[in-house]
């Protein structure tokens, strides 16, 4: 290679949102319904039906917005986007073209150096998902599935600001934490809740101009993303190095080839002939209102990352872990408020909650113990009413279905024998019926100690305190 | 008296007052149409069965004491762009000749809810496109005043159907006069009221921006009964207006005393057919003869109309007609080898030359590089036409003048000259791009005896005023 070749990335993430009901239709918007079941006359594009617009829609476009620095659109328009797709039932997408919710926002990354960097955010739309095509090629037909016609999406634009995968890759992890910390979205890659193009050019370095840009389509995963990155730029300079120029144009990245092939150039690029819709009044947003969104803004990871460290002294490596999902957060921060125990609820979170939650591939979102009760099962532990392995016990239980923990113990008689008669007279029992074990341990044997705890503990069916039994042993061994 | 001689309110309180049954007045309606219908072709479906098991159900309502209003039990008929649920609706068109919806429009509903009895769907243009009912797949509607003539459009069938007695009323849709024409050149009443004020919901599209649905009647107390009963807030469209002045038959008085009355020296000007003149003049000799102040006055910009409103509902046609794709419903061609062709051959035979031309039309002022020139100038001379009103309803309370520039055309001259047919539209196409409300009524015959319209304009939301003046003027003409 003759130059040095500098990338330039932009990004089109679509984000589809977590409202309850689609965009301008009362349908759900939930995943796995029967095909076609969440539909009515509105999202199949049946004569005479008319859009109206979810105001949650809007709500989480500007809290994203907001989030993001972007400017808020006060008043705004929906366009139609006109194309013909069997996906798409009216044969129109509605869309924002020309006054998007927000505008000239950014976004702060962190680079490689250490330093940081702006990246740009051009501008965030709302629009409606389409259907779902479903081929059956025995049957030689094609049929669709309308029930994701009309989910509410944004999409966030970039500016060309960004010039590695590394910084692609940290600028989606910001966007998806302000998504996720809003419950915007779960921004799931694999499950196509967050979608991202990239928009790619190389230059040699030092230029002035971009170069000629491709957009690559079906990137699934950050690994994909950084594999369709590394292979573009690859293709880009090899075209440009044997003297050829590269050709606008869309590209769909096959992730198990590792390489990407043309959709369709600029040349077949179609007229959408946008207009206003005039179905839809304009979006007017008050001052009040995004003063009201803007009071609602959770507080965002950076700062409560700060704010941990400075108020709760848990290590570093806790604080990432729980700060990344923002329902660990929360859990963290009510049942440290409740059982005043900072270091004890990071340690059931980073333990045996990440542990469950990996054996069952869940994610943090879907945590069902309330704060309340694992600030019960800690007070239950300190206060020595269980023990270690019986609290394991109570919270897998939690784990599954939030069983209150004290009522829980109460229950199935789990609490620590304190009575410390009875105690004794297991221990003396264990004594007498195990002479050689004593006789080793008075021999000077200290480990053969550790069985008669472990026979003691066993006749007390667990709800010993093994230090109380040790020190009991101890003292009836002389 | 016949029974269909009668106005809905008459024949309404005599099935309110126990004098005669629904099944009755249904019998009468459908006496009529046995005699008139094979000539007329008013109605593209007829479902009797249907009809006298509502008429049933209705009288039932009414026996059981149910208060339904002046409506109950009365048969009307409606424009077969109206979504009627489990009743065929075509909008005129081959595309959607096999077209059942899963729901009523909300301008129905309400009528259904009122005890309306629905004897059919109306003959139209098809999708509302033309000014004469003779561009409907299934055929033309003849004048039942003269039936070598055109009945109007694109509300043709409705009017005909009024005027023929073949019901007592009829629902029709006005995008660009498609009430107030055809009610001119039949002899009937008909209401375009202000934008906003009719749910548009179920109304297959035509031009969203423009279209209104509102009542084709024999006299202003039905019309303003009809009115009073389709109208309301609807949260299904987001361009209905929540209005509180809905009482129109409140204004039903004989009463034109300071009524300050605006002739535009422009709806009177080149084109005009003298006879039509004439009997226009003579109308607002008599409103100022019974106490109204009338003057001349100008109303510039009349002369774009036509051009802005050609541009702006044939752009939205153009999308709102996308839907249409043999994909989901309606029309699909036999034989095709593509998706591609399959939409080409489908659309292609599945609409008419009119409709195709608007299409066309409308898809190039909307395409890029053309959508500044055409669209977006079109909605600015669309602001100033509205300012022109509005400066206009500062000086008078109503605008007088003719519907159209000339009776009803005999069949077949208009289609063989589209410019002349829009040309057509000159008097009635501006209250569409204001959003203003206009009544059409008889107010005279020419030397063929073919009915003469008068057109009352009004400012928004002033309907009370254009009934109470139409209600006056129609006193003083019996």
């Known amino acids: 290679m003759s130059r040095e070749y500098e990338t330039v990335i932009g990004l089109e993430v679509h984000v589809e949102l977590a409202t309850k009901t689609k965009i301008f239709c009362g349908c759900s918007t939930q995943f796995g319904g029967e095909v076609n079941s969440h539909t009515c006359p509105v999202c199949t594009g049946m004569p005479g039906s008319l859009p109206v617009l979810n105001k949650q829609v809007v709500e989480y476009a500007i809290a994203v917005g907001l989030a993001t620095n972007c400017e808020i659109t006060r008043h705004g328009k929906f366009d139609r986007k006109n194309y013909f797709y069997p996906d798409n039932p009216q044969n129109y997408q509605i869309s924002q073209l020309y006054l998007p919710i927000c505008r000239n926002g950014y976004v702060e990354i962190e680079t490689e150096a250490g330093g940081s960097k702006k990246v740009g955010i051009h501008e965030i739309h709302m629009e409606e998902d389409a259907g779902k095509l479903i081929h059956d090629e025995w049957a030689e037909v094609s049929l669709v599935d309308y029930n994701r016609s009309g989910v509410p999406l944004i999409e966030i634009v970039s500016e060309p600001d960004m010039r590695s995968a590394e910084e692609v890759i940290a600028y989606l992890e910001k966007l998806r934490m302000f998504i996720r910390y809003l419950g915007a979205s779960d921004c799931k890659l694999q499950e196509g809740s967050m979608r991202a193009d990239v928009n790619l050019s190389v230059r040699p370095v030092g230029a002035a101009e971009f170069g000629t840009r491709t957009e690559m389509k079906n990137l699934n995963s950050f690994t994909s993303i950084t594999h369709a990155i590394a292979s573009e730029r690859e293709r880009q300079i090899d075209i440009l190095e044997s003297g050829g120029s590269v050709v606008q144009e869309t590209r769909r990245f096959d992730d198990n080839k590792g390489e990407s092939y043309a959709m369709r150039s600029k040349e077949d690029a179609q007229d959408y002939r946008y207009f206003p819709d005039p179905d839809l009044i304009p979006v007017e947003v008050s001052e009040e209102w995004i003063e009201e969104i803007k009071s609602r803004q959770p507080e965002f990871r950076p700062a409560k990352m700060a704010r941990y460290k400075e108020e709760y002294g848990i290590p570093d490596y806790d604080i990432g872990i729980i700060t990344d999902s923002k329902a660990m957060a929360d859990i963290f921060e009510e049942a440290t408020k409740l059982s005043g125990q900072p270091k004890k609820v990071s340690n059931w979170l980073m333990v045996e909650t990440l542990r469950l939650l990996k054996e069952q591939n869940m994610d943090p979102e879907d945590i069902r113990f309330s704060a309340k009760h694992l600030a019960d099962l800690i007070g239950l532990t300190e206060k020595r009413v269980i023990n270690s392995s019986v609290a394991k016990e109570v919270f897998e239980k939690m784990f599954e279905d939030d069983t209150d923990p004290v009522a829980y113990v109460e229950e199935h008689g789990l609490k620590q024998e304190s009575d410390a008669g009875a105690l004794k007279a297991i221990c003396e029992q264990v004594i007498a019926e195990n002479p050689k074990s004593v006789e080793d341990y008075k021999a000077g044997k200290e480990k053969a100690i550790g069985f008669l705890v472990g026979q003691t503990m066993k006749l007390a069916k667990g709800k010993a305190d093994p230090g109380t039994v040790n020190s009991l042993l101890k003292e009836l061994l002389g | ?478």
Not at chain 2, 4 to 21: D, H
């Open chain 2, 1 to 478: 008296m016949k029974l269909t001689e009668m106005s809905a309110w008459e024949l309404g309180q005599k099935i309110a007052g126990g004098e005669l049954k629904a099944t009755e007045a249904l019998d009468a309606c459908m006496e009529q149409i046995g005699v008139r219908e094979d000539e007329i072709h008013a109605y593209i479906t007829l479902d009797a069965e249907r009809a006298y098991e509502n008429a049933e159900a209705v009288q039932k309502r009414i026996d059981a004491g149910e208060s339904l209003g002046p409506l109950a039990g009365v048969p009307m008929a409606v424009k077969d762009n109206m979504c009627t649920e489990g009743m065929l609706t075509t909008c005129a068109s081959r595309i959607l000749g096999n077209f059942v919806p899963a729901y009523s429009a909300t301008a129905v509903e309400k009528l259904k809810e009122a005890g309306a009895v629905i004897i059919g769907k109306t003959n139209m243009d098809e999708f509302a496109m033309g000014s004469t009912t003779e561009t409907s797949y299934f055929g033309i509607t003849r004048n039942p005043r003269n039936t070598e003539h055109v009945p109007g459009g694109s509300s043709g069938g409705s009017a005909a159907a009024v005027a023929a007695e073949e019901c007592i009323y009829a629902l029709g849709s006005d995008t660009g006069g498609s009430i107030r024409q055809p009610a001119g050149y039949c002899g009937v009443v008909g209401i375009k009221p202000t934008y906003g004020t009719v749910s548009r919901y179920g109304l297959v599209a035509y031009g969203s921006s423009l279209d209104q649905i509102g009542p084709l009647t024999k006299d202003v107390r039905d019309a303003a009964a009809v009115l009073e009963a389709i109208s309301g807030y609807d949260e299904k469209d987001s361009t209905s207006l929540d209005r509180k002045d809905l009482h129109f038959t409140e204004a039903l008085r004989e009463d034109v005393k300071d009524l300050r009355i605006g002739i535009p020296s422009d709806y009177f000007g080149e084109g005009l057919d003298e006879e039509v003149g004439e009997a226009v003049r003579k109308a607002a000799e008599e409103l100022k003869a019974a106490g109204a102040k009338v003057e001349e006055c100008r109303l510039d910009l009349v002369k774009y109309a036509i051009p802005t409103y050609y541009t702006i509902a044939d752009a939205e046609a153009s999308s709102n007609l996308e839907r249409f794709d043999g994909i989901k419903y309606g029309y699909r061609t036999e034989e095709y080898t593509d998706l591609h062709d399959m939409y080409k051959k489908t659309r292609s035979e599945g609409f008419g030359a009119e409709v195709k031309r608007r299409i066309m039309l409308g898809s190039f002022v909307l395409s890029s590089g053309y959508y500044d020139a055409y669209y977006l100038k079109a909605l600015k001379v669309k602001a100033l036409i509205k300012k022109a009103f509005d400066e206009a309803f500062s000086k008078y309370d109503i605008l007088l003048g003719p519907v159209a520039p000339t009776t009803a055309p005999r069949l077949g001259e208009s289609l063989s000259d589209p410019m002349k047919m829009y040309l057509g539209d000159i008097y009635t196409v501006s209250a569409n791009l204001a959003g203003i409300p206009g009544i059409s009524l008889p107010c005279g015959a020419d030397k063929e005896g073919l009915p003469i319209g008068l057109q009352l304009l009004g400012d928004c939301f002033r309907e009370d005023v254009l009934i109470r003046a139409a209600y006056t003027y129609e006193k003083i003409r019996k």
